[in-house]
């Protein structure tokens, strides 16, 4: 294979581009020996259906990364439209007793949290993780899903959230 000698984009182009790319919004929760754990996350995607895995991506630096550098488990919860104060409080730089405090949560079967109204919730055991540049790419083979009635999505796509719905797209 013939190797080329690219340089990368700079770092805001490339934000600036990823900007555009629309995502669901989901919160990734563990539970730790000294209690919950959970943050906002794009960066959620699915891998393989034999066997069931997703991934998540989360920021080395991020307060709550210690915890799950140590889970054996991790749950995704994806997020309906209801849910966009949760996101950013999952998302700032909120204590995690203030972030559990809102929303309703429920122990899932491996005891990480999982949001009781999530739009889907995924409990995974971590089967890999791995480093590339700021963040930890972890892999998950799914457990258990939950799924609740509802329908819209809270997106995230230029910089705001949009709700999506089956049939329209409402901007927020």
Known sequence: MMMHDFQTVESTDFRNGMSRL???????????????????ASAVCSVSDAPATLLACINRTSSCFPAFERARFFCVNTLSPSHESL??????????????????WME?????????????????????????????????RVISVRRSDQEAALLYCSRRYVAWNNSQVLHR
């Open 108 to 140: 899932g079967k491996t005891d990480a949290p999982v949001l009781e109204d999530a739009l889907v919730s995924f409990e995974c055991e971590l089967t890999r993780a791995f480093d590339e540049g700021t963040h930890r790419v972890l892999f998950g």
């Open 22 to 40: 629309g995502a669901a919004v989901n919160i990734v929760t563990t539970r730790a020996a000294d209690g919950p754990f959970g943050f906002t």
């Open 87 to 104: 996101s950013n409080l999952f998302g700032g730089k909120t204590s995690m007793a203030e972030r559990f405090s809102a929303g309703r």
